[in-house]
C-alpha cells in the first residue's frame, strides 16, 4: 500500500511540477505568478479541488508522443470565494506555452459544463500562445467545444476571463463571449493576429504593448472591463466582484450584512448639482454617496468615461449602477457609452440584479465621427437593453434629461418601475439656447427678445414639474433623501415579476 501511496504523490508531483522549475522561474521573472499560484490566490485556502491531472495530449505528430506533462498545460477544477462555488482553469504558460490541445480543451469543457448544470461562476485565467501548432485542426475542434460552452452559459452564469498573459488567435475568442474580461497592465496582451501578421498583411510595425495590451483594450477598443497592476490585484478585485453577482440566473444577488442605515440622509448632496447648468461634478460622487458603505465596483471605469457602471449595493443586496458622468464630455451619450452600458443593463437583466440609474444627459453625441460610427445602432442599443429589461429599475434625474437620451435613460415610458427627479431636474427636448434658436429663428437678430424667450423656455421646461404634472416622474425628492427613497422603491419592488412576450430571442441592435 504504501508504494501505490507514493506512486500516487509522485504523478501528483510530477503534475504540480508543470513544465518545471525553470520555466516557473522565467515565469516568475517576467513578473507573472504560475497557474496553480494564480489559483491559489483567487480561492479560499484550501478550497481549490482540482480535476483531471493526469491528463495528457495524444498527439503523436513531431516528435509530441514523447513530450508530455500531466496536465497538459491547464489546470482546472473548483473551488470557493468567500465560501461560495466557482469552477476555474488556469492556462499554464510553462506547458507548451499554455498552447491548446483537444484534451486541454476537453478539460476546460468539463468545467463550464459543470458549472452550468450546478449554477456556478466560471473564472478563465488566461496566459496562452493560441492553438498548440503541433496538433492541427484537433485544436481548432477543441476550441469550437468550449466557444459552444461559452454560448450556451451566456446568461446562465457568470463568466469571468481574466487575461494573465499573451491571449492569442484561439485564445481570444473564448473571453470574447464572457461577460467580463480583465487584463494585468504591461505583462498581458490580446489580439487575433500578432504584430508579425499585422506586419506582413498591411504594412504596419506595431508592439504588442500598442496593439493589443491592457491600455488599448480598457481606455481605446473597449473590450475589457478594467486593468490591474499585477496578477495579485487582479485577483483580490475578481474575488471581491464574485461577492457582488448570484451564481446563477436562478438565484437573486446575494445579500451581504450592511452596517450602513438605509434612512441616512446626506446633506452634501443637495448641492452636488452647481447652479450653473454647465459646470460639471462629479457622479461618482452620488453613487459612493448613496450605495452601502460607499462601495463601488466600477466595471469599464477607463472606457466611454462619460458613463458610469458598476455594482454596490442597497441594504445589503447587489444593484446595477448606471449613471451619466457630466466630468465627461458633458455626460453625452456617444457610441462608447452607448456600447458600454448596453451591455452592462443585459448582465444585470439576466442575472436579476436592480438596476439603478442617475440621469444627467444633454442628448446624443452630435458629429460625423458618431454617424458614420453607427451611432444609430449603437445608442439603439441602450435603448433595447433598458427597454427589454424586467429587473426593478429605479432612475433619478439629477439635472439635465434632453431630447431622445431622456427616454433612453430607463424613462417611465421604458417600464422604469419607479421614476424621481431632484427638483434641479430639467427634463425637455433640448438646452434652452438651442430650442429658442430654433424655434425663434425669425428674432435671431435681436439678442435682447432671444433673452427674453430663452428665460420663457427655461422658466416653462427647465425644471420637473412638467415630466411630473404628466405623471413621468413618480416624486420630486430632496437629493438628501436619495438612498432613502432608493432603498424604500427597491424594497416595495422585491415581488416584481414580469416577463417579456415568448419569443425563440430578441434581435437587439448590433
Ligand atoms: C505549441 C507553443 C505554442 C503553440 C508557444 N509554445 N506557443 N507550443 N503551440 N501555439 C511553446 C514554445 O514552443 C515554448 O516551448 C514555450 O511554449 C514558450 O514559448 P516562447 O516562444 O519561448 O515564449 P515567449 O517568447 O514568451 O512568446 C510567447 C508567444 C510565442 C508570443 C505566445 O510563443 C508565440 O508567438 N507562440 C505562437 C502563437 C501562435 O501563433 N499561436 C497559434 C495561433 S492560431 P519550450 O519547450 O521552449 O518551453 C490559433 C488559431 C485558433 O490560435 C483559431 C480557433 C478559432
Known amino acids: 500500500m504504501k508504494e501505490i501511496v507514493a506512486q500516487l504523490e509522485a504523478k501528483r508531483a510530477e503534475a504540480r511540477a508543470g513544465g518545471g522549475p525553470d520555466r516557473i522561474a ?10 496553480r499560484e494564480r489559483i491559489n490566490l483567487l480561492l479560499d485556502e484550501g478550497s481549490f479541488e482540482e480535476w483531471d491531472m493526469f491528463v495528457e495530449h495524444r498527439c503523436n505528430d513531431f516528435g509530441m508522443d ?18 461560495r462555488i466557482v469552477y476555474v482553469f488556469s492556462k499554464d504558460f510553462t506547458v507548451f506555452g499554455g498552447s491548446l490541445s483537444l484534451a486541454h480543451a476537453a478539460k476546460i469543457v468539463k468545467v463550464q459544463r459543470a458549472a452550468a448544470k450546478i449554477g456556478a461562476p466560471v473564472i478563465g485565467l488566461f ?18 467545444d468550449i466557444f459552444m460552452e461559452n454560448v450556451l452559459s451566456s446568461g446562465v452564469i457568470p463568466q469571468i476571463s481574466v487575461i494573465m498573459g499573451p491571449c492569442a488567435g484561439g ?30 498583411v498591411t504594412n504596419e510595425n506595431v508592439t504588442h504593448e500598442d496593439l493589443g495590451g491592457a491600455r488599448v483594450h480598457s481606455q481605446k477598443s473597449g473590450v475589457v472591463d478594467g486593468a490591474f497592476e499585477n496578477d495579485i490585484e487582479a485577483l483580490q478585485q475578481i474575488r471581491r466582484m464574485i461577492d457582488f453577482l448570484p451564481s446563477s440566473n436562478r438565484e437573486k444577488p446575494p445579500v451581504i450584512k450592511s452596517f450602513d442605515d438605509p434612512d441616512r440622509r446626506d446633506m452634501s448632496l443637495n448641492t452636488l448639482v452647481p447652479s450653473n447648468p454647465n459646470t460639471p461634478y462629479d457622479m461618482k460622487e452620488l453613487i459612493e454617496k448613496v450605495a452601502d458603505e460607499g462601495d463601488f465596483f466600477e466595471i469599464g471605469k477607463d472606457f466611454g468615461k462619460n458613463i458610469i457602471t458598476g455594482f454596490g449595493r442597497m441594504e445589503g443586496s447587489t444593484v446595477g449602477f448606471v449613471a451619466n458622468q457630466p466630468m465627461s464630455l458633458a455626460g453625452v451619450l456617444d457610441i462608447d457609452a452607448s456600447r458600454k452600458a448596453a451591455r452592462f443593463v443585459r448582465f444585470c437583466d439576466c442575472f436579476n440584479i436592480p438596476i ?3 440621469v444627467d444627459v444633454p442628448g446624443f453625441m452630435p458629429g460625423t465621427k458618431q454617424e458614420y460610427g453607427g ?9 433595447f437593453a433598458f427597454a427589454e429589461a424586467t429587473v426593478p429599475k429605479v432612475t433619478v434625474i439629477t439635472r439635465k434629461a434632453y431630447g431622445g437620451a431622456y427616454d433612453v435613460m430607463s424613462s417611465k415610458h421604458l417600464r422604469g418601475d419607479v421614476n424621481f427627479a431632484w427638483p434641479t431636474a430639467e427634463i425637455a427636448v433640448m438646452g ?10 425669425a428674432e435671431a437678430g435681436d439678442p435682447d427678445k432671444l433673452a427674453e424667450r430663452t428665460k420663457e423656455y427655461e422658466d416653462r421646461f427647465a425644471n420637473p414639474y412638467v415630466a411630473a404634472s404628466r405623471g413621468y416622474i413618480d416624486d420630486v425628492i430632496m437629493p438628501q433623501n436619495t438612498r432613502h427613497r432608493i432603498v424604500r422603491a427597491l424594497r416595495q419592488l422585491r415581488g416584481k415579476d414580469v416577463t417579456n412576450p415568448p419569443k425563440k430571442h430578441d434581435n437587439i441592435p448590433l
Open 356 to 358: 439603478v440609474t442617475f
Open 432 to 441: 434652452a439656447k438651442g430650442a429658442v434658436e430654433i424655434i425663434f429663428r
Open 171 to 200: 485564445d481570444v475568442y473564448s473571453p470574447a463571449m464572457t461577460d467580463f474580461i480583465f487584463m494585468v497592465k504591461d505583462t498581458s496582451y490580446m489580439f487575433v493576429t500578432g504584430p508579425d501578421v499585422v506586419k506582413t
Open 66 to 83: 514523447e513530450n508530455k506533462f500531466p496536465g497538459d498545460g491547464v489546470v482546472t477544477g473548483w473551488g470557493t470565494v468567500n465560501g
Open 375 to 383: 451611432l444609430i445602432k449603437h445608442g439603439a442599443k441602450l435603448l
Open 26 to 35: 522565467r515565469q516568475h521573472a517576467k513578473g507573472k505568478l504560475s497557474a
Open 127 to 144: 496566459d496562452a500562445g493560441g492553438a498548440r501548432i503541433q496538433e492541427g485542426v484537433d485544436s481548432l475542434a477543441g476550441y469550437a
